[in-house]
């Protein structure tokens, strides 16, 4: 039993032993294998590989993959004309040299991180400085952030080169600081009233005019056809009286009479109507002289 125990014990012994020379290189990575603290290999193909056991040998790995690196610092920088301004930027970058990375960077990704922020951040304050808001919201952003993508490169290709190549700059965002902004949109806010309140009373003024014209036409169309109307009735009474006329020419004591009747009639409209008068004036002519005298025969 003991024996059985011992054999099971060494062959755990073993596969640990063995495990521990084995590693897998996944295809988004570099592998590095330290010997005694020192780089022994750089493995770039993905792959089963054999190393030493602890502490002879070790592996690290590193990102071979592109990576973004987002500004995270919002302190401003200054324009050429004195402008504090904030901007927001990113940088695609990767690692092409893991021997020249972990040697004048760091062991992992975090490290060139840091330091190509800060490279990216001097090389931005540098050209910002030389340029104006108006530049940075034009077409001539472009040449700017080629500008910072060469110095980069510059200061990683250097005397100790940090192995990394910078594939792209991109500013995102560019703004004033928050007290500049706050008063810019206050300046923004009252040019905006402004041109309201100068729409609002041109429309006024407008709005006046159209009204004065309106009334003006209406007062001229009232008038014409309250002439007109006056010039038909005019013509009609004219034309009535002329027939009034003719009829009452061929009977002049009919025409009285006739008169007489539409005057009692305009008289004693209602029942309720009382009248003092003498019976002897003549107004009541044509009652007193029904009775006695006949009208003549017309012609």
């Known amino acids: 039993m003991n024996k059985i125990g011992f ?11 063995l ?5 897998v290189v996944d295809q988004r990575q570099f592998g590095v294998v ?7 290999e750089v493995i770039t193909e993905p792959g089963l590989n054999f190393k030493l056991p602890p502490p002879f040998q070790n592996v690290s790995y590193i990102d071979k993959r592109l990576l973004t690196l987002d500004s995270t610092d919002p302190e401003a920088m200054l324009t050429a004309e004195k402008q504090r301004v904030v901007i927001d930027w ?12 972990i040697r004048n960077v760091g062991l992992d990704e975090t490290a060139g991180a840091n330091q190509l922020s800060r490279v990216v951040r001097n090389a931005f304050q540098e050209e910002i400085n030389k340029r104006t808001v108006k530049d940075l919201l034009s077409l001539k ?9 060469r ?6 290709r250097g005397a100790k080169p940090w192995g990394v190549d910078v594939i792209d700059v991109r500013i995102t965002r560019v703004d004033y600081v928050d007290a ?16 309201a309140n100068e729409l609002r009373s041109t429309g006024g003024a407008e709005g006046e005019k159209i009204r004065a014209d309106a009334d003006r036409q209406r007062e001229v169309t009232i008038a014409n056809a309250y002439r007109d109307a006056q010039k038909i009735k005019g013509e009609g009474d004219a034309q009535a009286a002329r027939i009034y006329a003719e009829a009452f020419g061929r009977d002049a004591q009919f025409a009285q009479f006739y008169r007489s009747l539409d005057a009692y009639k305009a008289s004693f409209s209602k029942k309720s109507d009382v009248m003092v008068v003498d019976p002897s004036t003549e107004f009541f002519k044509a009652y007193r002289g029904s009775g006695a005298t006949a009208a003549p025969a017309r012609k």
């Open 34 to 40: 330290y010997a005694l603290g020192q780089i022994k």
């Open 7 to 17: 054999i099971a014990s060494s062959l755990l012994v073993l596969l640990g032993l």
């Open 141 to 149: 952003r472009e040449a700017l952030m080629s500008d910072v993508k």
């Open 90 to 101: 990113y940088v695609r970058w990767r690692v092409i040299d893991p021997s020249q990375y």
């Open 180 to 195: 500049i902004t706050e008063s810019v949109y206050r300046r923004m806010e009252a040019e905006r009233k402004r041109v």
């Open 151 to 156: 110095e980069v490169l510059e200061q990683v």
């Open 19 to 23: 495990s521990s020379t084995l590693f």
